[in-house]
C-alpha cells in the first residue's frame, strides 16, 4: 500500500497543465511517490522518456483538443502500467470515453487526497490480483 513517507511508486504526469501538475504532486508526494514530469516534447521521445522513467502509474491529461488521443497512446504504448486520465471537466460523456480509451479511472481538480489515496491504493490492489492470477 501507499503509505506516508515511503517511496512505493513512480509516477508520470503527462501533460497537465503546470497548475494542475503541481497540485497533484503535492498530494502525491505526501505518500512518497517519486514523481516524474516528462517535458513537453514529439510523442516519441515522450514515450522514451515514459519507458527510462519505469513508472508504476501515468496520470494523462485529456482536458485539451487532444481528448483521448494521448491516453489512447500511452495505453497501447504501455499495456502494463495503469493509467488514470485527469481532465478539469466532470461530464459523464468524458469520463466514459476516458474509460472507453482505457483509463483505469478519472480524477479531476480540485484534487481531494481521500480521493486519489484511494486511486494509489487500487492500483495496488491491480498489483496483487494480477500476481495472483499470474502465480
Not at 519505469?54 to 487532444?66: A, C, E, K, S
Not at 480540485?110 to 486511486?119: E, S, V, W
Amino acid at each position: 500500500m501507499f503509505q506516508n513517507n515511503e517511496v512505493h511508486r513512480k509516477v508520470v504526469l503527462l501533460g497537465l497543465p503546470p497548475s494542475i501538475a503541481e497540485s497533484l504532486g503535492q498530494i502525491l508526494s505526501n505518500w512518497g511517490v517519486m514523481l516524474y514530469i516528462p517535458p513537453e516534447t514529439p510523442a516519441a521521445h515522450t514515450l522514451n522518456l515514459i519507458k527510462a522513467a519505469t513508472p508504476d502509474l501515468i496520470f494523462v491529461w485529456t482536458g485539451d483538443n487532444l481528448g483521448t488521443s494521448l491516453l489512447k497512446i500511452v495505453r497501447s504504448s504501455f499495456l502494463s502500467i495503469p493509467a488514470i486520465a485527469v481532465n478539469r471537466r466532470v461530464k459523464s460523456s468524458e469520463v466514459l470515453d476516458a474509460l472507453d480509451s482505457g483509463a483505469a479511472d478519472y480524477c479531476s481538480p480540485p484534487f481531494d487526497a481521500t480521493h486519489i489515496q484511494r486511486l494509489l491504493s487500487s492500483v495496488d490492489r491491480s498489483d496483487d490480483l494480477a500476481d495472483v492470477v499470474v502465480s
